[in-house]
């Protein structure tokens, strides 16, 4: 994987390490190339509990949510979109959108993140502190 064609992926929930959908584990069930860790970053929005994971809508005005930042080989997109259920058509949860996203001391980087659809989060709790495991693990 070359830095010029490099695809990147912004996580925050369940696709983290050591999480429910671990996408290196992803990665490696399917022969895929490991993915990279670039760093941790944040994006802006609400992030919101649905039980076993959590959904992100977008609002530069929102709580900065952590989430990580992986390069990846593009055979992997397609892996996340089903882990992801997003299909082209379909009135999906999940969306696959690109957004800039900065890292600390870095320059923004395009990445591919799943946000949730609005009209979804009717009734979810809003995790406050922004952070999907530190939520999980306050839960107990």
Excluded at 35 to 48: I, K, N, Q, V
Excluded at 73 to 80: C, E, R, T
Excluded at 91 to 107: I, K, Y
Aim: aromatic fraction near 8%.
């Amino acid at each position: 994987m070359t830095r010029a064609n490099a695809i990147h992926v912004f996580v925050y929930g369940t696709l983290r390490a050591g999480e429910a959908n671990d996408l290196r584990v992803a990665a490696a069930k399917r022969g895929i190339p490991e993915p990279e860790l670039l760093g941790t970053a944040t994006l802006h929005g609400r992030l919101y509990d649905f039980g076993a994971y959590p959904g992100l809508v977008l609002d530069p005005t929102g709580t900065a949510v952590r989430g990580d930042v992986y390069r990846i080989d593009a055979a992997l997109v397609p892996v996340l979109d089903e882990i992801e259920e997003v299909y082209p058509g379909g009135d999906a949860l999940f969306l696959r959108e690109n957004h800039a996203v900065v890292m600390l001391g870095s320059e923004p980087v395009d990445c591919i993140v799943y946000p949730v659809s609005p009209q979804h989060i009717a009734g979810r709790p809003v995790i406050t502190g922004g952070d999907w495991v530190a939520h999980r693990l306050s839960r107990g």
